[in-house]
């Protein structure tokens, strides 16, 4: 009998957490919902904006100071990483993918000097576990609308480059392909390479041509700046540098701003698979337990049946 009371605890309690993961699941797709919606309304503007700039840096004219925020620095001595990750668990291998691709990246280049900038409470784990410094930390929002929640965050990291603190600022963060795929980037932002070819620089979603039209990337990511046909001229007022001051600092933002909603809409897609089979999980636990249960159940029956009718036979004898 209290083998049987035993797993009807246990069931209750299997249940108990079915409830409480559907929950989550049903939060998760709504949150979703409103994410992709968000990530899919911004990423053709972040991506032209970033392909505009890249033609305006090209063309800009030869004679004129080229902007501090393409100056490449000679020696890479120290590099600044934005860590994008979540708040909470229960999402998967979410957190673990991104962090563990920019401890690769980091090994990968030499082990340079790296301060990371954390977005997101699991992102501390690249101090608490990998043991590299932490320079800043913000909050993370669940849902992002506003570009101005990151320009707290840009006037940072563009104040620390101009300063001479980083020779290279990258963004780490996860790229949202669909909601049952999403891959983790390493992108650099700072400074603005205009030549770059790493398979992880560029716009976001190149790989997949997400929200891009061949029209300004091609297969090569330095064609449409080499060849005539996908070269642009501009008419700057009252010059280059000037418009680069105001276009290049915004530029920061709106791929900050891209990587973050492309990140959340990662975090709430992998979150609800992951409830959703955390859900079914559950199901199969329970029915389990319960055929376990009628089996005791009716071993304790048949025992008892059993000792009856032993007992009414010591009795006739």
Known sequence: MAKTKEIQRRIK?????????????????????KSIEAVLKTRTYANLAWVTVLNIAASADSREKIHPLL???????????????????????????IINKAVESIRNHGD???????????GLAVNGRFKYNVAA???????????????????????????DKYDKV????????????????????LPVDIKAVDEYLGVVGKSEKIG??????TSKET???QDEKYKYFFTYEPNSQLVLDQMLPRLIEVQLFQALLESNASEHSVRMASMHQATEAAEDLVHELVLYYNKARQAAITSEIAEISAGANALNQ
């Open 170 to 189: 990258f963004v780490a963060y996860t790229d949202f392909i669909s909601a049952v795929k999403q891959a983790p980037r390493i992108k650099q932002i």
């Open 212 to 217: 891009t039209s061949k029209t300004y990337i």
């Open 137 to 163: 930390e913000f909050d993370k929002a669940d849902f992002i609308s506003e570009i101005r929640e990151v320009m707290p965050m840009a006037r940072i990291i563009i104040n620390d480059f101009l300063a």
């Open 223 to 225: 064609k449409y700046l």
């Open 71 to 97: 100056t490449a620095k000679p020696e890479t001595n120290k590099v600044a990483i934005v860590l994008i990750s979540s708040n909470r668990g229960l999402c998967g291998s979410f957190n673990s993918n």
């Open 112 to 122: 340079i000097p790296t301060d990371f900038i954390i977005i997101g409470k699991k």
């Open 13 to 33: 309690s299997v249940k108990s957490i079915k409830k409480v993961t559907r929950a989550m699941e049903m939060v998760s797709a709504a949150k979703m919902r």
